[in-house]
């Protein structure tokens, strides 16, 4: 037993260490960290499940996709697991990544590799490493997540190609003409089969007494409600949208004149709603609709909505919301035409909606819906080509009088012109699809163009109620004024454009998983190298440069107003300096909002270095010029407000650009010039150290004037002048000996240069009327002139004069000459 008795012994001297409160205090806190530190299963599920799901997720789709069998139903299906899956993936990437870069910080913060041949502490070197390797543990989650969403986004593109090829494939599938008389005969055939089937559902129905019991117990109500629901339609609209018209043509307040036409036009969706509601309450009630009409009966609702807002719509278009003004301005006529055509529009599209339930409810041969089809088709055709004759009409009567607005074939007054003709382009191709057998595409061609002028009504009826709206908050009619100066009408039309867009691509075919594709592209965004581009990054970029931009305009005008006029730069100064501000500005600026919607640009690098040469070379004179206008504001050869000659103008500086500078010459002509010649040219500045200047004013006198007294004229006409400076005094000086005259020279300064023109213009006036006083003359030029031969030239006069001919010539000039004298007299 002599090894139990160690043990006790040992045992006996370590309980009363382990009794000691810091020591258990430590082997608690040792056994916490182990447990922590140690990976159990149940953490470790949560991490592998998803795992396992996309993976098997991943197997099915490769597998249909393989197939390429499954019906578009069970491929949306999958598409809709893989995309929540790929949004999982990204969002767990995205949040695991924070570990990631606080491990590439502190990386960062070791600095830089050493170079070959160089070596580093071993502190360093031993903490790189294990960073590195903590790197690589948590890079490996992320990078098999990162694997798993692009794997999920390749098999969602692939399902959409596969989902798009059925579409086309159905469309393009060609089923039996409706021109063909054995088309009609299977036509009558099965309808009558159907009405059969659900005379045949109703006779069942009714059969049991209970049935029977329980609808006889609820005519009542049944009656009720659509007695309500036809008061409601045929009297309560009209006489409510009547007395709204009377009310508001007694206002003269706009507001609340606009606001009771506003309530009027939606009695017209309101009450009819309320109507359509209370029939269809009343048929739910009755319940009687058999199994062969589920489908149609699911639809009902659908159809009913579709024909109240396209009475709304047509109304609200065509028929005059206040009785001086029409949206569409077609006069009374023609705009309940067009409000009649909006109606047999909408109850063609409930004809649609019902003629897919009953090929739901029944199933129909490839003739029967060949021929419904083309009846559909041909009368939404003609319905579509009325509507597209109108608004042609109407528009040929409009462009005359739009003068050169609308005949430049550009504008938004092309618009209803261009839909016009595309009206007519579909109202054209669809009974020629429906003819050869096309019926699926011709109905694509022809329900999808009424569905986008319903939506496109109901925009522009959107944006008229919203600009007279605004216009009353604001006090402007935008409809009556003619104002491109604001941009309340675009941003109005932009917001607009943003929700009509994705519902005409949703009427056009589109699946509301495109729709959710795009949206994702703009919220994940797309990669570029490192760096991820999405509409969350741009609207970042967008708000904190716009936030930049801003700040920096309004210190700038701060500076300008407020801090710069109470110092003692001079005026070029100042506007060097706020120029200088709104360059560091609008830099900082740009660098933040880089910085602050995330964009990594080192990984655009290379690219930028291989553009840089092209850049170079294309971009040089620019650059050129920027760089000049950067020297003039920080060496200040020229400032704003200088005199200067350059390139042969002569001007007032008035702005130093980005790439150029503004010259007003003395005529008031503005002279741009770019910077790099006022750098690499010659420039004549006149007032870049001081404002005084030179002026020299030549004189002329006559030979034996009195010297003295022309001197003593000109330096009083300097003297007497204010703008002549006193020092440096004014000087006469004798330059020379001239042809006809002898030619002084008056040489003065002036307090300000730019006064040259009328200083010299005052002392002339006084110069000339003094030396005219002292009779000294100023002399014009004198020739001396000698003609040779002199003695021919008498002789030939002479003898010309002699001649007979000559003599009775001049006697008769004699004659002319004494009548026209008698006349006068």
Not at 86 to 111: M, P, W, Y
Not at 115 to 130: C, F, H, I, K, Y
Not at 365 to 384: D, H, R, Y
Request: hydrophobic content about 50%; glycine content about 8%.
């Amino acid at each position: 037993m002599p090894n139990a008795e160690v043990a006790f012994n040992a045992s006996s001297r370590i309980v009363p260490w382990l009794r000691h409160p810091s020591t258990m205090m430590a082997l608690l806190l040792a056994l916490t960290v182990f447990a922590a530190s140690y990976p159990r299963a149940e953490d470790a599920a949560p991490l592998e499940e998803p795992f396992v799901t996309w993976e098997r997720t991943a197997a099915e789709a490769k597998d249909v996709l393989e197939e390429r069998s499954a019906s578009t139903e069970a491929l949306e299906e999958l598409r809709k697991r893989l995309a929540e899956q790929r949004k999982a993936a990204f969002e767990i990437a995205e949040s695991g990544s924070i570990d990631v870069r606080t491990l590439q910080v502190q990386l960062d913060a070791l600095g830089p590799l050493p170079s070959e041949g160089e070596t580093e502490p071993d502190e360093v070197a031993s903490r790189r490493s294990e960073i590195n390797k903590e790197l690589a543990t948590a890079n490996r989650p992320i990078i098999a997540l990162r694997e798993a969403y692009e794997r999920a986004d390749l098999l969602i593109a692939e399902v959409d190609s596969l989902i798009r090829d059925q579409t086309t494939s159905k469309l393009l599938t060609r089923s039996p003409t409706p021109l063909l008389p054995s088309s009609w005969v299977a036509t009558i055939s099965e309808v009558s089969e159907y009405s059969q089937r659900i005379a045949s559902d109703l006779r069942e129905q009714f059969r049991y007494p209970a049935e029977r019991a329980r609808l006889e117990t609820m005519v009542p109500s049944i009656l009720f409600l659509i007695a309500i629901g036809i008061l409601l339609l045929a009297l309560a609209m009209p006489l409510a949208s009547r007395l709204l018209l009377r009310a508001a043509e007694g206002l003269s307040r706009s507001w609340r004149r606009w606001s009771l036409l506003v309530l009027r036009n939606l009695c017209h969706v309101l009450i009819p709603g309320l109507g359509a509601a209370s029939i269809l309450l009343a048929l739910r009630m009755a319940d009687i609709a058999p199994a062969s009409t589920s489908a149609l009966a699911a639809t009902v609702p659908t159809m009913a909505a579709v024909l109240v807002i396209a009475h709304w719509l047509g109304h609200s278009l065509f028929i005059p919301v206040d009785a001086s003004r029409q949206l569409l301005g077609l006069g009374d006529r023609a705009g309940h035409r067009g409000f009649r055509l909006c109606q047999a529009l909408g109850l063609l599209l409930a004809a649609e909606l019902g003629l897919e339930g009953i090929e739901t409810d029944f199933a129909f041969s490839p003739e029967t819906v060949a021929v419904l089809g083309g009846l559909i088709v041909l009368v939404g055709s003609l319905l579509l080509w009325v509507l597209a004759r109108l608004i042609l009409r109407v528009r040929s009567v409009e462009e005359p009088a739009a003068g050169l607005g609308a005949e430049d074939g550009s504008g938004p007054n092309q618009f209803p012109t261009m839909l016009a003709r595309l009206m007519q382009v579909s109202a054209v191709l669809a009974p020629v699809f429906a003819a050869i057998g096309l019926v699926g595409l011709a109905r694509e061609t022809l329900i999808p163009m009424i569905i986008s002028i319903g939506l496109i009504g109901f925009a522009y009826f959107t944006f008229q109620v919203v600009m007279a709206a605004l216009g009353i908050i604001s006090g402007r009619d935008y409809a009556a004024e003619d104002d491109d100066s604001s941009l309340l009408p675009f941003a109005v039309i932009s917001l607009l454009a943003m929700v009509l867009i994705p519902l005409l691509a949703l009427a056009w075919g589109a699946r509301t998983a495109d729709i959710a594709e795009v949206w994702h592209l703009l919220i994940d965004g797309v990669k570029f190298g490192e760096t991820r581009i999405s509409l969350e990054a741009v609207i970042k970029l967008i708000v904190v440069f716009g936030t930049g931009m801003v700040l920096t305009r309004w210190f700038q005008k701060l500076l300008r107003t407020t801090v710069l006029p109470r110092t003692r730069l001079d005026l070029g100064g100042q506007t060097a300096l706020v120029t200088g501000v709104g360059y560091v500005g609008l830099t900082l600026a740009a660098l933040i909002a880089v910085s602050a919607a995330g964009l990594n640009l080192s990984s655009l690098a290379v690219v930028a270095g291989a553009l840089s040469v092209g850049i170079g070379f294309g971009l040089q004179t620019i650059v050129s010029n920027f760089v000049s206008g950067i020297i003039l504001l920080i060496e200040r050869p020229i400032k704003e407000g200088d005199w200067i000659e350059v390139s042969g103008y002569s001007g007032v500086v008035r702005k130093i650009a980005v790439r150029s500078t503004r010259i007003e010459t003395f005529d008031q002509h503005d002279v741009i010039v770019p910077n790099s010649d006022l750098i690499a040219g010659t420039v004549k500045n006149m007032t870049l150290s001081s404002k005084t200047g030179r002026l020299v004013i030549p004189v002329g006198i006559a030979y034996g004037s009195d010297l003295e007294a022309t001197r003593r004229i000109m330096l009083d006409a300097a003297a007497n002048n204010q703008m002549v400076m006193r020092q440096p005094a004014p000087a006469v000086m004798f330059i020379g000996l001239g042809e006809s005259s002898l030619d002084f020279e008056l040489r003065c300064y002036l307090h300000e240069v730019g006064a040259g023109v009328s200083a010299r213009s005052e002392i002339l006036f006084e110069i000339y009327n003094e030396l005219g006083k002292a009779g000294i003359e100023i002399p014009f030029p004198q020739r001396d002139i000698h003609l040779r031969d002199i003695d021919r030239l008498i002789e030939a006069i002479a003898g010309r004069a002699l001649s007979p001919k000559l003599k009775g010539r001049s006697q008769t000039t004699t004659g002319t000459e004494a009548e026209n004298a008698a006349q006068a007299k």
